[in-house]
Nanobody
Framework: VQLQASGGGLVQAGGSLSLSCAVS?????????MNWFRQIPGKEREFVAG????????RYADFVKGRFTISRDSAKMTVFLQTYSLKPEDTAVYFC???????????????WGQGTQVTVSS
């Protein structure tokens, strides 16, 4: 499977952005879940949100609960991350990645797409 994230940009604190992850290729059991991670320079990639591709069940990191929403459009083979109430500390490169099971760390993800930069100004 191939993944391509897009939708990043520069936004003021309190603003919102909608990120998309285009999914192509044949999905296997290695891609049961689609996830968003982010990486701040000098830090490890951290889990942001994940969604079960079939059931639509969702998980979020505590630091984004109530501010970010993950969703998927199976027909369009796209995963979305709608972000609200952005903070300067949300500035990072955001990646989408697939996994065979629920993951909380980047080590558990398999296929990765190129990231998209989100910059939140204060």
């Amino acid at each position: 499977v191939q993944l391509q994230a897009s939708g990043g940009g520069l936004v003021q604190a309190g603003g919102s952005l909608s990120l998309s992850c285009a999914v192509s290729g044949r999905l296997t059991t290695s891609d049961n879940f689609m996830n968003w991670f982010r990486q701040i320079p000098g830090k490890e990639r951290e889990f942001v949100a994940g969604i079960n591709w079939r059931s639509g069940s969702k998980r979020y990191a505590d630091f984004v609960k109530g501010r970010f929403t993950i969703s998927r459009d199976s027909a369009k083979m796209t995963v979305f991350l709608q972000t609200y109430s952005l903070k300067p500390e949300d500035t990072a490169v955001y990646f989408c990645a697939s996994s065979s099971e629920v993951v909380s760390t980047a080590d558990g993800a398999g296929s990765w797409g190129q990231g998209t930069q989100v910059t939140v100004s204060s």
